[in-house]
């Protein structure tokens, strides 16, 4: 996984709450057994709105999407982080997430940063009335910042420590579980007999 | 102070804890299918690693799979491809699969109960949101994404966070004709989708404990449509009822010790839970959803809501949106609702209780014109349950579909899906825009009402079937 430690992209306003990741991507563009080529499903119900926000200029070159409450919840399917990052988006904003769908964003090197509500409807305002102004999102300081002069908005956004440290370090989470394959070997001595089994 | 049962069982599974980092958790069952997998298997071959425990592993196939023609090469080129490729990793890594044509093939949430490898106090995951429905044996489940999946290969472990506890306790009686699943849909309209983020829950009181195992799947089943990370129940003896004799069940000693050990799982009366919710089930009706999520529901004798009387505005704003996705009108009464399209099945209603109540409603009686009533089996063993009783002469008799196992129109990734603007009353858990096919329009119901309203041809309880 790729390091992640500041971005500066263009803001794109998504003016949604409660997108699922069925509307991110649609089962039926699960079926590749890569990881890759995602891109072409995300958002699909939408897509064929030509006043979509990502059909129009200059948005389409968005990497920081700002969304409403509860972003990313429903199925755990990570071709919804996968199909994100296909389309070159690099930090996802909004005041809640889904809880798997924030993990895989942990793993896959999406940054998810929580604010307050206030601050989407501040960035939404920004972004609509300024189109293609961008955002900065600091993970080391952990603030989210847009705009300039008196109507600057900069807040601080919600990530736990241990996410922020793995991407910050682009750390793999498997190989640090490894490092105490002996705790696990440990754990597995204890286990008792009549747990089940598929073997 | 004591502990809840879900903080007995995360104990119980704590390989190391360190300050700062999340507990590494071991899995004692890993749940595998078809669609969240090739990537995980991909990841382990770049890096030169090998399924660690694939003892504790399990696969099937599951939600892209035909319903009909099964026992043909699947027609479409790329779900055959990534069914193909799980036959290629299980083969390779040396997992039990469980292909479609195989006794033992069904929904993965279905499957694990029914082979008695879902047991109470063990952790079970699997990178799908519904496994959630394991707790119902006081089981810690929950769903994880694919790089979790390829963690969980490696290492039969995972990094997690110690979740909050909430208790949600239903006091009273479901009245006739109103189900667990009724239940379930009551309580997410209560809380709202987000209600449960962050939390283990779990799901207590006689309401509760009055349920059959397949029931007490179906309500945590949903715990993920409220946001919760996992549901449970205390296992009790309809539990061990339920288990015993099961293939891979303990038998002989391992039976007694594990019982013994079982029994030990329940929330401590010191216990403290970080949120209490309580719900009374004398009160509750048939329920089924208007919107685009599983919170946007009312009671099947109400109306459509108005999106002016919600108190929030961001709630307004998605009901103004639901509508006009569910081509609805507010006011409309749900019972003058017409649906196109019965679908019974899923992991949520697709096992045997759900397939006999549904025949007992439909017995003797015609799917009305111009709607379509698919009854999907939650596995072969479901299917082949359900001939034996004769359910299915019952639905075909009645002029509905029977079909072959599987996820099938709960997520349309075969093609089994709804047309653009088609309307669905569904037995599954997910409403949301194109669930399930593009366009499509789906309410969430209950068994009995699903069955009632394919009768009908608008949605319907039992009660408005005329006597036969």
Known sequence: MDAFTTHTGIGVPLRRSNVDTDQIIPAVYLKRVTRTGFGDGLFA??????????????????????????????????????????RGFKAVISPRFGDIFRSNAGKAGLLTAQVDDKVVQRLWDLLEAEPGSVIDVDLIERTVRAGDGPGTIEDSFDIDDYTRWRLLEGLDDISLTLAHEEDIAAFEARRPSWKPATL | MGRTLAEKVWDEHVVRSSEGEPDLLYIDLHLVHEVTSPQAFDGLRSAGRAVRRPDLTLAT?????????????????VSRTQVETLRRNAEEFGIRLHPLGDLDQGIVHIIGPQLGLTQPGTTIVCGDSHTSTHGAFGALAFGIGTSEVEHVLATQTLPQSRPKTMAVTVTGELPDGVTAKDLVLTLIAHIGTGGGQGYVVEYRGPAIEALSMEGRMTVCNMSIEWGAKAGLIAPDEVTFAYLKGRPEAPRGADWDAAVAHWKSLVTDEDARFDREIQLDASTMTPFV??????????????????PESFEEDGDGIAARKALAYMGLEAGTPMRDIRVDTVFVGSCTNGRIEDL????????????????????????VRVRLQAE??????IFKEAGGEWRGAGCSMCLGMNPDQLAPQERSASTSNRNFEGRQGKGGRTHLVSVPVAAATAIRGTLSSTADLEEI
């Open chain 2, 356 to 379: 006999r109540v549904a025949a007992e409603v439909v017995r003797g009686r015609r799917v009305a014109d111009g709607t379509r009533l698919l009854v999907v089996p939650g596995s």
């Open chain 2, 61 to 77: 196939e599951d939600h892209n799979v035909p319903t009909l023609d099964w026992d043909q090469p699947i027609k479409d080129p």
């Open chain 1, 45 to 86: 119900a939408w897509r064929d709105d030509p006043s979509f926000v990502l059909n129009q200029k200059p948005y389409d070159d968005g990497t920081v999407l700002v969304a409403g409450p509860d972003f990313g919840t429903g199925s755990s399917r990570e071709h919804a982080v996968w199909a994100l990052q296909d």
């Open chain 2, 388 to 393: 034996d009783e004769g359910l299915d002469v």
């Open chain 2, 289 to 306: 959803t208007w919107g685009t999520n599983p919170a946007q529901g009312v009671p099947l004798a109400g109306s459509v809501p108005h």
